[in-house]
Structure formats: structure tokens, C-alpha cells
């Protein structure tokens, strides 16, 4: 059993940044690859980002493409979302979840899920 604990969010305004952390209870080195999501209000859950168990690969979502950098130290058991240039658009729930595939973007290939945490961009 895995458990996810997101932290990092908050309120701020556009163009600004925030860093999204994923805590896990077991080592995210145990062959885990890691995503985000999103979820903005009155929305379907959107995918973000994902990164391999060992980091080497990572798949972004395009609207968010070339603004958020997700990475890992699986020494810590941290999965980590870094968020620049926040716009309006990209208020959300964001979720951390777990898979047993190398890098997925489908959220029916997660297993373990977080609670989420709220970023709110406000123009």
C-alpha cells in the first residue's frame, strides 16, 4: 500500500510560481512512476505531468508544457511539480498519484492516489 501526501499549494497571482510536493510512505524507488493531475472546478480530472520510477522519463501535458518541471529524489520519497508562469486556467485540485507502468499519462493506469491540493491563480 502506497500513500500519497501532496503539499505546496496555495493562493497566488498570475505569473507567479509554486512548488506542488508528493510524499510517499514506501520508497518511490520501489518501480513506481509518479504523475500529476488536475482537477479545475466544475471539471473532468486532467493529467499534468508524469515521470519514470527512475526519473529518466517525463511526459507533460501541452497546456503546461515548457512552464512546470516535474522531478523526484527517491531518496527522500519525494515527487516534486515546479509551476512558473501560473495562470488563471491553471486553478485546480493538483494530485499526486502512483503506477505500476514505467510513465503513463492515463489516470486509470494509477493506483494509489493523494488527497490533492488546492492552487488557486487569481488574474
Known amino acids: 500500500q502506497v500513500q500519497l501526501v501532496e503539499s505546496g499549494g496555495g493562493v497566488v497571482q498570475a505569473g507567479d510560481s509554486l512548488r506542488l510536493s508528493c510524499t510517499a510512505s514506501?520508497?518511490?524507488?520501489?518501480?513506481?512512476?509518479m504523475g500529476w493531475f488536475r482537477q479545475p472546478p466544475g471539471k473532468e480530472r486532467e493529467f499534468v505531468s508524469a515521470i519514470s520510477w527512475n526519473g529518466d522519463s517525463n511526459v507533460y501535458a501541452d497546456s503546461v508544457k515548457g512552464r512546470f518541471t516535474i522531478s523526484r529524489d527517491n531518496a527522500k520519497n519525494m515527487v516534486y511539480l515546479q509551476m512558473n508562469s501560473l495562470k488563471p486556467e491553471d486553478t485546480a485540485v493538483y494530485y499526486c498519484?502512483?503506477?505500476?507502468?514505467?510513465?503513463?499519462?492515463?489516470?486509470?493506469?494509477?493506483?494509489?492516489w493523494g488527497q490533492g491540493t488546492q492552487v488557486t491563480v487569481s488574474s
Open positions: 498519484a502512483a503506477t505500476l507502468l514505467y510513465v503513463s499519462r492515463s489516470e486509470s493506469s494509477y493506483r494509489y
Open positions: 514506501i520508497g518511490t524507488a520501489s518501480g513506481y512512476g
